[in-house]
């Protein structure tokens, strides 16, 4: 096996195994193991046709200790059940997450990036409806798959400013639809205004708040993130999704003594940020260079280099995740055997 480590992008790699579980007459059956990439499915099922669907991502990371981590793996499975929840699937016990997880790991652990290469093992975790339907109904059948693939980051950037397009002639989500669960339908939605943005030569875009286009939402598959006068400021908004990333920069932007407002963002405020950034779990955090508003012909610039507080939060983050830093708030869980 001969891995080019450091050159890898935020795309499909084939693994040697993943793993999968069906929910039938009402319960959940055995986690099987396979090392086919492809599925058999009903050709009625509903996450075909009505978008029964929903997926989550994390990472595996490689210690500098040689040891491996998940990262918050808790907080995926509980978004993967109020996912479910949003679109009538049947959820998928933490207890059988869990299990998924390690075993696909195990399985695939020749695919873990070494410390230091800047990639990570993605775990795709996925569940749908494979039961059919004509009728607008939810399945009586689900499938849970976990699938992982060795990864580089997200923004070929990676840790460099990266220029964001704002959208004011799309919505991936309505402020009462399904923005706050991860379900296939929002990134359906994005593609489009996603696609421009890259032939237009900017890395993301950035989502206003669907009904009066005055708010920030989020900045693609990504949270948003300004800092200002010593504030980490994030928006609230009903149709982004709770990353748990964001919610981790919180956190450590609270214990380096950062004040934390979650509230909506004005567009206007952009202007006023000192540093900006957009996080997640590919894109781990990506400081933002500039935002160009076509409509306005606004420009907003952040600078061709991350700004400090963006980098201690980065820095922090990455080397919680690598065990180089203290996990004072006990995020990771170290994959014993591998
Ligand atoms: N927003 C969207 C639309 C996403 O797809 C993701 C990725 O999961 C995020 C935000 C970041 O969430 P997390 O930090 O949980 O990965
Ligand atoms: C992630 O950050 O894990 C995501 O799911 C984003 C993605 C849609 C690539």
């Known amino acids: 096996m001969d891995i080019n480590w450091g050159d890898l992008s935020f795309g499909y790699f084939k693994t040697d195994y993943n793993v999968r579980c069906y929910y039938r007459d009402g319960k959940w059956g055995d986690l099987e193991i396979s090392s086919s ?144 669960i991860k379900v296939g339908g929002n990134y359906a939605a994005s593609l489009r205004p996603g696609d421009r943005a890259h032939k237009n030569g900017f890395g993301s875009v950035l989502f206003l708040d669907a009904l009066e286009k005055k708010y920030i939402d989020e900045a693609g598959p990504a949270n948003f993130f300004g800092i200002k006068d010593n504030k980490y400021i994030t928006p609230q908004s009903k149709s982004i999704l709770p990353s748990i990333t964001n919610m981790s920069l919180e956190q450590i932007a609270k214990d380096i003594g950062l004040k934390i407002e979650r509230r909506p963002v004005a567009f206007e405020e952009l202007e006023t940020f000192e540093e900006a950034g957009a996080c997640g779990t590919a894109a781990i955090i990506s400081p933002i260079g500039k935002i160009v508003d076509h409509e306005s012909g606004k420009t907003i610039n952040y600078g061709k280099e991350a700004g400090p507080i963006s980098t201690k939060l980065y820095e922090t983050l990455r080397g919680i995740q690598e065990g180089t830093v203290e996990d004072t708030h006990g995020w990771t869980t170290v994959i014993e055997g591998i």
């Open 37 to 180: 990439e492809h599925i058999n499915i009903h050709m009625a099922a509903t996450g075909l046709h009505y978008g029964q669907e929903a997926f989550e991502g994390l990472k595996g990371y490689r210690g500098k200790d040689g040891k491996v981590r998940l990262f918050r793996w808790q907080e995926n499975a509980k978004r993967m059940r109020e996912s479910a929840k949003g679109i009538m699937m049947a959820e998928v016990p933490d207890e059988l997450f869990e299990k998924a997880l390690m075993k696909v790991i195990k399985l695939n652990a020749k695919y873990i990036p070494p410390y230091g290469t800047g990639s990570t093992l993605y775990f795709r975790p996925l569940l749908f409806g494979s039961g059919p339907q004509v009728g607008v109904k939810p399945a009586d059948e689900y499938m849970f798959i976990i699938f992982v693939t060795p990864v580089g980051p997200y923004f070929k950037e990676g840790f460099k400013p990266v220029a964001i397009e704002v959208v004011r002639d799309y919505d991936r989500a309505a402020p009462l639809g399904t923005g706050h």
